[in-house]
Every structure is written in structure tokens, then in C-alpha cells.
């Protein structure tokens, strides 16, 4: 074991023993990532939503949500890394165990930092060669995607009462773009908008995110008395909004999804 130095997307600076042998993650997609690397027995802990591998989710200890972190469960773990994510996790929280622990933090807004994270975890975790094939992989699919019609007009929901839709900055944004669509709010982040505001901007595809809210079928009828000359479908919020090794699987979905459409 050797003492190195590595720097996370925030620009900060961590010193960790490498290669960690005992690794924390506290967010879903990098999670993911991490055992398709094949960090089988180095990840020791999980959060409740890290739900991919099956199998792994059921072996590994959980330390709570992404937002809701048990401090002492991470504690009795005695990591030597933590991988987090500035939005998915609580700065709070985050500084806490920043002073105990070695935190590597991700900050993913596009398709080309998500890439960047994955060789850089790559790194961090002696996998680099796999990490590096994974990036490569997933921009070789994405490289085409992009239909040469132009972009429909999209609104992205993934919160009821109130109604939030994923806005501008967003990595949901950059996926939409992939998707051959263009988002019609101009706001950032994750605004409230109700639908009165909603018609006005005229849409012409509706996603429904499966998460962070579980929409239904039944959300999409609802809507539809809204916006009858709309496309309105569920949309998987994975290969939306996850970040990770999952983006293997996107680009196909993405194309899948685009060809489904149609008008009343």
C-alpha cells in the first residue's frame, strides 16, 4: 500500500492508501460502476437505493439514503474512500465525514464530465484500463445518436405535487438532447411549474420519470385531458438521470424511445 493523491471534480485534494481496500458509495450509478469494474469485495457499503447489481445490493451493508446518511454505520465500516456526488448527496453531511475520511466528490452535468468521472474513478480504484474501456464504449454509442430531424420540443417531469420538470444544467437536460429533443423550460436546475405554464410553452413529447417519483400510467391518462396533441409516455429515470456504467445501456434506449413516437 502506498499513500497517493488524487483530485475529484470539485477541484478539491484527497489523500487516500492505495488502492483502497475498503470503499463507501453514496451514489446509485457510481455504485453500479464500481462492481462492473469488479470491486466485488472492496465496496462495504451501500446506500438503500443503490439498487443495482441485484445481488450485490442484497449482500452489502446500507448506510442509509443518499440524503439521509447514517454517519455511525459509515463510521463502523472504516472506509478508506467514499465516492459521493455534489447534488445527489447533502453538503452537510458530506463535510462531516470529509473530516474523517478520505471523499472523493463527482459533479456531472453532461455526457462528457459523466466520461471523465468514469476513467477518473478508474483511477482512483487501480481499474483503469476497464475504466477507460467502459467510456469508450459508451461514447461509441452515443457518437450517432443524435437524429438529424429537428429537435421536438420536451418537457421532462420528475416530481407531482408539485409538478418539478428537470430544467437547464442538468444531466436529465444533456440526455434529452442525445434523445433528439430540446427542452422547452429555460429555467435551470429543477423548477415548480404547473400545468397552465406548461401549455403555454407548448411541448410536444411529456416524459414521465420513473424516478425520483414513481409516475404511472395513470399519471400519463391525467395528463393527456392537458395536452391531447402531445406524446406523453412513462420515461425510465435510469437511463436518464444515472451517470455510471448504466449509460452503457442508454443510447439504445434512447433511440428505441425516439422512434416510438407519434402524434394524435
Known amino acids: 500500500m502506498q499513500n497517493k493523491t488524487f483530485t475529484d471534480q470539485l477541484g478539491r485534494t484527497i489523500h487516500i492508501n492505495y488502492p483502497p481496500q475498503r470503499i463507501i458509495s453514496l451514489v446509485p ?7 462492473d469494474l469488479g470491486l466485488d469485495e472492496e465496496v462495504v457499503g451501500i446506500t438503500k437505493f443503490c439498487i443495482h447489481p441485484k445481488e450485490q445490493f442484497k449482500k452489502k451493508v446500507k448506510i442509509g439514503g443518499t440524503k439521509t446518511l447514517s454517519i455511525d454505520k459509515i463510521r463502523a465500516l472504516n472506509p478508506d474512500l467514499i465516492i459521493a456526488n455534489k447534488e445527489e448527496n447533502q453538503q452537510e453531511q458530506i463535510e462531516v465525514l470529509a473530516q474523517e475520511f478520505p471523499v472523493w466528490i463527482s459533479d456531472i452535468n453532461t455526457l462528457t464530465e459523466a466520461l471523465k468521472m468514469i476513467k477518473q ?23 450517432n445518436l443524435i437524429p438529424s430531424s429537428k429537435p421536438l420540443k420536451a418537457a421532462y417531469f420528475i416530481w407531482k405535487e408539485p409538478f418539478m420538470l428537470a430544467g437547464k444544467h442538468t444531466f436529465i437536460d444533456d440526455m434529452l438532447t442525445y434523445c433528439g429533443f430540446e427542452n422547452v423550460l429555460s429555467e435551470s436546475r429543477y423548477p415548480e411549474i404547473d400545468i397552465e405554464t406548461l401549455q403555454q410553452l407548448q411541448p410536444q413529447v411529456i416524459l414521465l420519470s420513473t424516478e425520483p417519483y414513481p409516475f404511472k400510467q395513470q399519471h400519463v391518462e ?30 439504445n434506449y434512447f433511440k428505441a424511445l425516439h422512434k416510438s413516437i407519434s402524434f394524435i
Open 222 to 251: 391525467a395528463l393527456k385531458q392537458h395536452f391531447p396533441k402531445a406524446f406523453i409516455a412513462l420515461a425510465d429515470g435510469e437511463m436518464f438521470s444515472w451517470y455510471g456504467s448504466r449509460l452503457l445501456l442508454s443510447a
Open 29 to 35: 450509478s457510481q455504485t453500479e460502476l464500481l462492481f
Open 121 to 143: 474513478v478508474g483511477e482512483l480504484v487501480a481499474i483503469k484500463t476497464k475504466a477507460i474501456q467502459i467510456a469508450d464504449t459508451i461514447k461509441a454509442n452515443f457518437d
